[in-house]
Every structure is written in structure tokens, then in C-alpha cells.
């Protein structure tokens, strides 16, 4: 009986995953995506810098959806994410509820709901492998080895037919199966070493396959990352990295990181979670000191934090409100949850300012002076195309968040009172993320002024040709065969030259905001405004520099 009752709380679980992720469906393509778009369209074929299963699963989605529609592909495997979560929790922890946990977890992060949607291989495909290769391992541990085998191969061979660097997950399985060998006082040479060869068979095959076969262009594959440079450690932009692993630990929210971090100083929560804990080390030496990321998208090779910490932190949660009765305690529920809507109301409505995200020091001088009330602009190299949240908000909520955890765990008489404190502030905090994320209730939405902002150009007969800032709605100008070029405002590039060769018109979706003391605006502002859309903090510009 209680088994399906979790069966219909879990299809209830799945049913809300659907409906925090179709709103953003049809989110126009920004930047890296349009080029996953352009690789996977027979129409442009574009060479892949990655192994050929990403390209081609694209390619069978646009087929049968359109290539407008390439986001189910992603909103597909994390679907399949959620019962591999769901199964791995549950082996781990021989616990339902804290499987159940795990799931909503990675339903209600905000960080999980930009993975589950962005038209890429790291955010969906690459971890649906991760999960599909780490239970069957769990299977195989268990003496399951009939069918799990094959199910096994099937996972090594979908990770590395999607990113070389499923490697990490590789050697984070190796580490943890010789600790589990070793602990369990089972080490023997002969069968550890036949157990290592099946698997290396199964690389080689799959290495083979791929050389002879010449799938995804493997010279494109190995040129790529010949392009990367290790350990250059003084020539790194920490700024650039330090502002992005941020913007990615503020995305993971409190709620997945903090819970992680606790369960550091507890052996046996790193017993249990040894391989999650080796798999987030070995990633992080892989991104962060191995090789410059510096200046690439690193919050879209950070999502590898996503379902460890989803499956840690669910784990650490129940048990530090294990015995409360959720019954008898609603009125307190109802009280904390009361006073963080208050919190949220009163920083939320505080006026915010609006800064141009270069030059960075305008953010730096805000910090300085400890003034907080600024918006900050949420976005990636492959999405999404992005929001602002409050800054205020942000600083407020960890500190809060932190505070009550720290409490919690130090506390033997309120433990639990500040735990529910904790919890309540980070499920608030992902619910109002994922609200600007779909749909900019707060402070506008990107999506909507960028469609807007397209449709009118590609309706408009006397706009032969534009160039878009920041990439914004590239992919369909390209396709009407109306795109002139792009430009940033970022210090490191200088599009001076095309403002002066280029008399044409220009799509300004002003997200993230340009300075307008900086370089480009003074330029922009010579020519006639032909069209501008807005939606709260958000604006859109359509200029005729025809006549400079």
C-alpha cells in the first residue's frame, strides 16, 4: 500500500516537473544554442567540437518537432533523470522518502530547471548517462550482474558518444570502487583486475568504433581540445571566474550547497556519498585548476554540481528532520513561511538599479559601499537567454539561509525549528527564481521583449539586414537570412570598426544592460529609433543607422 502511494506521489512530482518546464519550451535560442541549432539542421551542418550523439539527437528531434522546437530534447532526458534519481536515492539510502526528497529537489532548483532546457549536452544528456552508468554500478555491486552488464556498456557508451569528459565520471567510479573493495575487506587482485578490463574492453570498443568509423568529425573532436590550456595559471581572468562560479553557486541556491558543505564534517554522510563527493572533487580540479575556463561558459560546465547535490542534500535534510511531525507543527510552518513571504515582499519591492554588466567595476563600487539594491543579470553562453534578480535578495537569503543551518546543526533543543526555517527560505528561494526564469514576473521577462523584438524584424520589409547585441535572436535572423553580425560590450573585444562600416539597423535587447557612458551607446543613440518594446526592467531598441 505504501509502495503506491509513493508511485502516485512520484507521478504527482513528475506532473509539477512538466509544469515548471513547458513555459520556457519555446524560449528563443541564445548564443551557444543557436550553433547546437545550425550543427544539428541539415540545412547548415556545422562541424561538432564534441562526439557525434548530441549533434544527431538534435537532429532526430528536429526532424520529427521542427527545429524551433530542439528543447524537448533536453526536457526529455531530464525526465529520465528524475526515476534514475529516484532509484539511486532509494538504493543509497534504503529510504522512499528521502528518494522522494531527491526527486523534488531537482524539480524545484532553478539551476536544474535551466539544465533540464538549454539546448546543449551538459546540462541533460551528458547526466542522464552519469545517473543511467552510476545505478547500474550500484546493480552490479549488489551481485544484480545479469542484465546489468549491458545496461552498464549502454551508459559508458552514451556518455562518451556525448562529452569526452565523461572521463571524470570514469575516474570517480574507479576511486570509489576501490574503496568499496578495500572497506569491504574483499580485496582480490585477480577479480578487481577483470572487473577493471571488462570495463576498459568496453572503452576500447567504443575508441574504435569511433576512429574507424570517423563519427562526429573525430579530428574536430580532438583539435577542440587541443585548444584548451592547462595549468597557465597566471595569465587567468579570476575575475571573469570568480563572477561566474557565483552566478552559479547563487543559481544552485542555498538549499543544494549548503546541506553539501555540512555533510563534509560528517564521516558517515561522506561514507554514504563517497562516490557524489569524489565525482564533485575530481570536476572541479578538471574545470577550475586543470584547465582555463576562465573566459568560456563555466556556468554551463558547473551543472555536474546539480544531481550530486540534489542527492546529498536530500539525504542530510532527512535526516536532520527526522521524528518531526509535519502534522502537528503547521502552525509554525505556517509562521516561518509567513515571515519569509514578509522578507521577500518588503526586498523585493525595494527600487533597484539597473547595472551595464561591463565594466564590472560598477558592481565592485556597489559592494564596496555595501549598497546591494541592484539587479543582477542572469544569463550563460548557452542559456538561458536570461533574467535579473535582485542582488539584495540573494545576499540576504544565503545569509539567512546559512545562519539557520549553522544553528541547526549546532542546536540540541530547537534543531529542527531552525532546519524548517532553513528549508522554507530555499524552497521560496528557487520558487521565485524559477518565476523570473519563466516568465520575469518581477522584473521583466527577456524571452518576450527578444520575440517581440525579432518578429518585428523579420516582419518588416525594409530591414534587409540587422545586427544583434549579444547574440539575442541570432539563430532566426540567420535563418530569414536578415543577420548582419553581432557585437559585445565586453572590454576584451572592440567592434568600433563594425559600428563604423556597418550603416544599417540594430537589435538592441538591452539585457544585459550597455553602459550608456561606455563606447557603443553614444553611437547607437545617433541614429533614429524605429521601434522600442519594454516589459518592466527590460527594453528593446530597433535603430536606423541607415542615414549616418
Not at 528531434?61 to 531530464?78: A, C, D, K, V, Y
Not at 551595464?356 to 542559456?383: A, C, Q, R
Not at 525579432?454 to 532566426?476: A, C, E, R, S, W
Not at 553580425?485 to 572592440?494: C, L
Request: glycine share 6%; charged share 15%; with cysteine.
Amino acid at each position: 500500500m505504501k509502495t503506491n502511494k509513493n508511485i502516485w506521489i512520484f507521478i504527482l512530482i513528475a506532473g509539477v516537473f512538466l509544469i515548471t518546464r513547458l513555459p520556457a519550451v519555446q524560449q528563443i535560442y541564445h548564443q551557444d544554442e543557436y550553433k547546437w541549432a545550425m550543427q544539428a539542421d541539415p540545412v547548415f551542418d556545422y562541424e561538432s567540437p564534441h562526439p557525434p550523439l548530441g549533434k544527431y539527437t538534435f537532429r532526430l528531434t528536429g526532424n520529427i518537432l521542427g527545429f524551433e522546437n530542439l528543447r524537448f530534447t533536453p526536457l526529455l532526458f531530464s525526465f529520465l533523470s528524475l526515476a534514475l534519481i529516484y532509484l539511486i536515492v532509494w538504493k543509497i539510502t534504503q529510504k522512499p522518502n528521502t528518494a522522494l526528497l531527491g526527486v523534488l529537489l531537482y524539480i524545484l532548483s532553478v539551476y536544474s530547471a535551466i539544465a533540464s532546457l538549454q539546448i546543449d549536452i551538459d546540462g541533460a544528456i551528458l547526466p542522464f548517462f552519469i545517473l543511467l552508468a552510476y545505478y547500474a554500478y550500484l546493480e552490479l555491486l549488489s551481485g544484480n550482474k545479469k542484465m546489468w552488464w549491458i545496461v552498464f556498456g549502454i551508459g559508458i557508451a552514451g556518455g562518451f558518444l556525448t562529452k569526452l569528459s565523461f572521463i571524470i565520471f570514469i575516474g570517480a567510479l574507479i576511486v570509489d570502487y576501490f574503496f568499496t573493495i578495500f572497506y569491504s575487506g574483499r580485496l582480490n587482485i585477480k577479480k578487481v583486475s577483470i572487473s577493471v578490463l571488462k570495463f576498459f574492453g568496453i572503452f576500447a570498443l567504443l575508441a574504435a568504433a569511433l576512429y574507424s568509423f570517423n563519427l562526429g568529425e573525430i579530428n574536430t573532436v580532438i583539435e577542440y581540445g587541443r585548444h584548451f590550456q592547462s595549468l597557465n595559471f597566471a595569465s587567468r581572468a579570476y575575475f571573469e571566474l570568480s563572477f561566474k562560479i557565483l552566478k552559479s553557486f547563487v543559481w544552485l541556491s542555498p538549499l543544494l550547497l549548503l546541506p553539501v558543505i555540512a555533510g563534509l564534517f560528517k564521516q558517515e554522510t561522506v561514507k554514504r556519498y563517497r562516490f557524489w563527493y569524489v565525482f564533485l572533487f575530481f570536476n572541479l580540479i578538471f574545470y577550475l585548476v586543470l584547465f582555463d575556463f576562465a573566459k568560456l561558459t563555466v556556468e554551463r560546465y558547473l551543472m555536474f554540481l546539480i544531481i550530486p547535490c540534489c542527492i546529498i542534500s536530500a539525504g542530510i535534510l532527512v535526516e536532520l528532520m527526522d521524528g518531526f511531525n509535519w502534522r502537528k507543527e503547521s502552525k509554525k510552518i505556517f509562521l516561518i513561511a509567513a515571515a519569509f513571504i514578509l522578507f521577500s515582499v518588503v526586498i523585493l519591492l525595494m527600487p533597484h538599479s539597473v547595472l551595464p554588466l561591463d565594466p564590472k567595476v560598477n558592481y565592485v563600487n556597489h559592494i564596496k559601499n555595501l549598497d546591494f539594491n541592484f539587479l543582477i543579470p542572469f544569463t550563460g553562453g548557452s542559456g538561458p537567454v536570461g533574467f535579473y534578480f535582485s542582488a539584495q535578495y540573494v545576499l540576504w537569503s544565503w545569509l539567512a539561509a546559512a545562519v539557520l543551518l549553522i544553528s541547526g546543526l549546532l542546536s540540541k533543543v530547537h534543531k529542527q525549528k531552525f532546519i524548517l526555517g532553513f528549508i522554507i527560505i530555499g524552497v521560496g528561494y528557487n520558487i521565485l527564481f524559477l518565476n523570473e526564469y519563466l516568465l520575469g514576473g518581477l522584473f521583466g521577462s527577456v524571452p518576450k521583449v527578444a520575440d517581440a523584438s525579432v518578429k518585428y524584424v523579420l516582419n518588416n520589409p525594409k530591414i534587409k539586414d540587422v545586427t544583434t547585441y549579444y547574440d539575442i535572436g541570432n539563430y532566426h535572423l540567420i535563418l530569414a537570412d536578415k543577420s548582419a553580425g553581432r557585437f559585445f560590450t565586453a572590454p576584451s573585444r572592440d567592434y568600433l570598426p563594425r559600428f563604423n562600416a556597418y550603416k544599417g539597423y540594430y537589435m538592441v535587447v538591452d539585457f544585459p544592460a550597455i553602459d550608456k557612458n561606455g563606447r557603443y551607446w553614444p553611437l547607437l543613440e545617433r541614429c533614429k529609433l524605429d521601434k522600442q518594446f519594454n516589459d518592466k526592467n527590460i527594453n528593446s531598441y530597433i535603430f536606423n543607422c541607415t542615414e549616418i
